[in-house]
């Protein structure tokens, strides 16, 4: 063969350490705020419900932090992971553009989120914590938690929002087979869910609602912590892997990318490919344009202000410095269940704010459509969060056409769609429809807000 | 890291050439004879299902065939696989052997079938042919196949059993999302469905039932060709890339198995990662032990005869010479669904005949119970099919404990469960139940058998 497809790393090439962006950030974010007083809080408030080590990470300002052994050591079980060239995608786009993808699917649980979940257990297990809950809407964080869970011998109790509890049974049934107790939320077992059901028996749930569940579970047992699955720093910082590993698989490949894409949730996966990347604008000079990629029904990036707000719906979280649609704002049930969440990670959203990264909404049908290209050409059937990138990268790679450009695109395929497939279903047979949201809807919602304005 | 979990080697060290065992085999497979006649038939008579170079590689005595450009090319896509060291199984059995699996689960469609189904899409392209036609049971095959059909442009029309059609919507949408036509067998399609349904409107259909619609719709139409996933020469010759890979995995390991063990349906499985060690034994002089793992309620290799026999339920196929427990025999309802298949493929049998490679059969909730500790310790969800060798692994690595040597087992961990999660919910809820399998049924089964003898 001519041509290498797969820009394989070996075990001990796999980074050492997790990339801190704050080291570099020129403008440090803004501290969070206490939600009743209003006033800043230290690491100390975030105690009851997180290891002292993570709270130490979520604070740091040191540039690299060191990956643990016993972390390493579980990532191979997967990682390091292929950097792909999209050789038939290029082709079937006839574009000069060069495209890479990173595959985050080859994990356990088939997306990028072991790569905190595992970090995050080792850390509970190591301050002797018995028990982690979590929440998980279309399933993907919790079950990464759950297979992490098992193997470091820590009790996982997972809140499943009752909806997608119904709907989605295989995922439910992956946390089981890894040994984790999933719960329908809103449930009888917390104070938050009886009152829920008190007043609305047949309450679908929301992610909101089962954060509230989760913390709660956390906050009232000893040996109990809670963990969640994006927006804070130490979880995006998790994530750097991905980019670290892809700028050592570019150099192999002899090459570097102009464009670095990711969807868009909370800023995990984004983080993940694109921080490492940012970190050689930052430090190196150079100008790699990293573009997150949102749902355009869930807009926070591109239709959000820059703001203080919640992270959960009833305000029981620190306030903090986000890009948002108020956390009032109930996202249309999109089939990206994983970026159905009305704000950005405080990381992401001051880099926003200074315009060291960019950002582009997609249709659903637009992601959908360019996902079942990718499926038919590069073979891999992405999740729904994933077709949001391919979306921005077809975008892309078309606008290099008109140009005659031979720029170079990357992005981050952060998970297959196995467990998706009546997304698909969806879409093949004409019944996906898009939701238009409108300014009024943004507007009405971020009208709600009485958080601390910034600026 | 001081160890290496897993064995990678990079794309330009993949083998180039397909192992034909037949040439190395100190007995060579008896002739297939011709269904009405019962005489010996030569290639030809194969000519309207099979493009000629398949056919070719059918009755070859060529020891090594060369895989051509393209397919090594589409291969890249997944391959090489992955070879593991099972640490952390290895520690829950507190056994001295080593133990390695490899990972064929990465491919598109989660199996080890695409490495087949991409030769034979292949070939057919190269004669010209517009459409392939082949059946499916659990959707393993099916699904390789429609993937493979969508990168060479070619049409894929697959019959589904009605039963699995109905309760795997999952592995239907998969073959739709790489544009395949999906059938639900029998169907109004066929003048075979036709007759079916006109003595039986509510048949939920069979995998003997789907192989005559897709035989007939090949034998009817031009620029039509018939496809089989696993039983003939050619289909277990494509998985030998398998076996091949591994042994220069375990060379970069410094390890050779002294056990090798697969999952036994038709026999593509076990060949893929058995017959290249076979090799080793039959010109080396090498004595390594191949296993094939069968269901105990399914087991043709330890408990049917060798004799002639038809590969289909009706009768309509060539007569091979195979261990059986007859054509008419219906396996029990099991959760691997890929092992349902009455004989064996005709090379295994003539190795089996000839005491060149051994049989296990385990009951169904052995073999879940050895796959839950795999996914709980090793993390990947195995297919119902892989958990079979699993049981076979864990009850040779318990035996090395007791006798306390220090042996190396290797297996092919040939797909991940991700599609059957709800085969897990049986097992985990004590809903799955055992099909005892009486010595009386098996008799019976074969009392209706007048097909040759052998010997």
């Known amino acids: ?29 803004l501290p969070p705020l206490h939600p009743a007083t ?25 540039q690299w ?33 060069r495209i890479y993808y990173k595959y985050e699917g080859v994990s356990p649980s088939g997306s990028h989120k072991p790569n905190t979940a595992v970090a995050q257990a080792y850390y509970n297990k190591q301050e002797g914590i018995k028990k982690i809950t979590t929440e998980t809407g279309a399933g993907q964080w919790g079950s990464a938690l759950s297979f992490a869970c098992k193997h470091f011998g820590i009790d996982c109790e997972v809140y499943m929002v009752k909806i997608s509890y119904q709907q989605k049974p295989y995922r ?24 829920i059901l008190a007043a609305q028996p047949d309450s679908p749930g929301s992610l909101g609602i089962a954060i509230s569940e989760a913390v709660e579970q956390a906050a009232t047992h000893e040996d109990t912590k809670y963990s ?17 590993e892809a700028i050592r698989q570019m150099e192999k490949a002899g090459d570097l990318p102009d464009v670095v894409v990711a969807p868009f949730g909370g800023g995990s996966n984004f983080a993940g490919i694109a921080f490492p990347f940012l970190h050689l604008n930052l430090t190196q000079g150079k100008n790699i344009r990293c573009i997150a990629s949102e749902p355009s029904s869930c ?16 305000g029981m979280t620190p306030l903090l410095p986000m890009y948002t649609l108020g956390h009032n704002f ?22 926003l704010k200074d315009k060291l990264m960019e950002a582009r909404a997609h249709h659903q049908l637009e992601c959908f459509e360019a996902g079942i290209l990718f499926a038919r050409t590069e073979g891999i059937i992405p999740a729904p969060e994933a077709n949001h990138a391919i979306a921005t990268v077809v975008a892309e790679a078309k606008r290099a056409k008109e140009e005659g450009t031979r720029k170079t695109i990357l992005f981050n395929l952060c998970g297959h769609g196995n467990f998706d497939m009546a997304a698909y279903e969806d879409y093949l047979s004409g019944k996906l429809q898009e939701h238009e949201l409108t300014e009024e809807e943004i507007q009405s919602s971020l009208a709600t807000l009485d958080t601390p304005m910034i600026e």
Chains 1, 2 share one sequence.
Do not use: C
């Open 38 to 62: 209003r006033e800043p809080i230290g690491p100390e408030a975030l105690s009851p419900l997180f290891p002292m080590e993570l709270i130490k990470q979520e604070v740091s300002a040191d």
């Open 172 to 195: 439910k049934l992956m946390m089981n087979t890894w040994g984790a107790q999933v719960i329908a939320s809103p449930s009888e077992k917390t104070e938050a869910g009886r009152k």
């Open 299 to 314: 807009p926070k990036l591109t239709k959000g202000v820059f703001r203080y707000d919640f992270g959960d719906t009833v």
């Open 330 to 351: 109930v996202p249309a049930p999109i089939h990206a269940g994983g970026l159905r969440y009305h704000g950005a990670g405080v990381l992401v959203s001051q880099l």
């Open 1 to 29: 063969m001519e041509k290498t497809r797969k820009i394989i790393l070996q075990e001990h090439e796999m980074p050492t350490h997790w990339y801190n962006i704050a080291a570099d950030m020129p403008h440090k974010p």
């Open 228 to 244: 969640l699955g994006s927006v804070l720093n130490h979880v995006l910082m998790h994530q750097t892997i991905i980019g670290q």
């Open 65 to 97: 932090i060191e990956i643990p052994e016993e972390v390493s050591d579980l990532y191979t079980l997967w990682r390091p992971t292929p950097l792909y060239r999209a050789y038939q995608l290029e082709k079937a786009l006839d574009t000069p553009a």
